[in-house]
C-alpha cells in the first residue's frame, strides 16, 4: 500500500462521550439532531458476514481505504481478543451500492469498562465518508450500539477525515503523530535513501 507524504502529521483521536457532565468538554449526540439540510438520504445498515466481500471491494477502491478497514483485520482482532468485537456500518443508496461506512469495535474490560473504538490497534482508521451528511448518518446508529452495549464513549481515529468530525463538534485530543513514508519511487532509490544506521532485516 502507497502512502504519501514525509513529514509528521497530528493524528487526532476524537471521543464521543455517553454522557456530557460538568467536567466534560462534548456533545451527547443521542439528543443532536440533524439539520434539516442534513436529513438522510441514504440508509445506514449494519453488515452482515454475507456482505463483507462487497464491503472489502467497497475499500479497496476508496482513496481512504486501508487494511484496518477491512474484515480480515476484523477476523485477526476477533480470533486474537475475545473482549473484541467488530461491526460494519455502511450507507446505501437507491440502488443498494455501498456509498459510505466505518467499521466500529466493542471492547470490554473489566478495568476500563465498555467502550467503542474505530478501529483498535490501528494508527488511523478515517470514517469513509464524502461529506459532514454521510458522516452525521453513520453516527447515529453507532451512538445507538453505545447505548446498548453499555459504552462510556466512542473513540474515532482519523486523519485525513479529521475535519468531519470537529464540524459534528466531537471533542478531541491532538497528542498523537502518524507517520508516512511515499514508497512510489523504485526499490533501488527506496534502499538508497535509507540511513546507515537504520535497522534493516531480511522478511
Not at 487526532?12 to 462534548?26: A, H, L, S, Y
Not at 482513496?63 to 480470533?79: C, D, N, S, Y
Not at 471492547?107 to 476500563?112: C, F, H, K, M
Amino acid at each position: 500500500m502507497r502512502c504519501a507524504g514525509m513529514n509528521q502529521a497530528v493524528s487526532r483521536k476524537f471521543i464521543v462521550p455517553e454522557k456530557v457532565g460538568k467536567n466534560q468538554v462534548g456533545v451527547n449526540h443521542r439528543s443532536k439532531e440533524l439539520d434539516p439540510s442534513d436529513r438522510p438520504r441514504l440508509l445506514a445498515s449494519w453488515l452482515s458476514p454475507n456482505e463483507f466481500r462487497a464491503w472489502d471491494d467497497f475499500v479497496s477502491k476508496y482513496e481512504l481505504g486501508t487494511p484496518f478497514h477491512g474484515t480480515a483485520w476484523k477476523l485477526a482482532i476477533e480470533r486474537t481478543f475475545s473482549h473484541i468485537r467488530g461491526k460494519i456500518i455502511v450507507l446505501r443508496d437507491r440502488d443498494g451500492q455501498i456509498v459510505a461506512g466505518l467499521p466500529i469495535y466493542r471492547v470490554s474490560s473489566a478495568i476500563l469498562g465498555t467502550r467503542l473504538v474505530s478501529a483498535p490497534f490501528a494508527t488511523v482508521c478515517d470514517p469513509l465518508v464524502r461529506t459532514k451528511s454521510e458522516l452525521q448518518q453513520l453516527m447515529r446508529p453507532v451512538t445507538d450500539l453505545g447505548a446498548q452495549v453499555g459504552a462510556k464513549y466512542t473513540e474515532f481515529r482519523p486523519f485525513r477525515n479529521a475535519a468531519f468530525l470537529s464540524e459534528c463538534g466531537l471533542p478531541y485530543s491532538a497528542f498523537y503523530r502518524q507517520h508516512t513514508l511515499s514508497l512510489d519511487a523504485e526499490i533501488s532509490e527506496l534502499r538508497s535513501n535509507l540511513s546507515r544506521t537504520a535497522v534493516r532485516r531480511l522478511l
